[in-house]
């Protein structure tokens, strides 16, 4: 079993910033590409962002490109999401997930292990 555990979330004005962390147990996590996602109201869970096992891969919706980076610590069984000028629009639940062993990608259905999910609201 995997337990994935959002921290982070919160309210935050537009053009501020905002990390969310991902604590993961249960799991060799530093073998597996791990990703967040996110669901707002009424929409359907969308990608935001990968990193590949050891942290040389990543990869963003283009909605975020340019403000969201992603990151990984290994050592203490973490990822991030930096959350750089966030805009009203990116206020969701965010949730983090490993991805089935092998694969790499950024469709929710090849993610087996999610969390509980952190809201994120931006103020305009």
């Not at 997930?97 to 929710?108: E, Q, R, T």
Request: hydrophobic share 35%; aromatic share 12%; charged share 15%.
């Amino acid at each position: 079993q995997v337990q994935l555990v959002e921290s982070g979330g919160g309210l935050v004005q537009a053009g501020g910033s905002l990390r969310l962390s991902c604590a993961a147990s249960g799991r060799t996590f530093s073998s597996y590409a791990m990703g967040w996602f996110r669901q707002a109201p009424g929409k359907e869970r969308e990608f935001v962002a990968a990193i590949s096992w050891s942290g040389g891969s990543t990869n963003y919706a283009d909605s975020v490109k340019g403000r969201f980076t992603i990151s990984r610590d290994n050592a203490k069984n973490t990822v991030y999401l930096q959350m750089n000028s966030p805009k009203p629009e990116d206020t969701a639940v965010y949730h983090c997930a490993v991805i089935s062993p092998g694969l790499w990608g950024w469709d929710h259905k090849e993610y087996d292990y999610w969390g509980q999910g952190t809201q994120v609201t931006v103020s305009s």
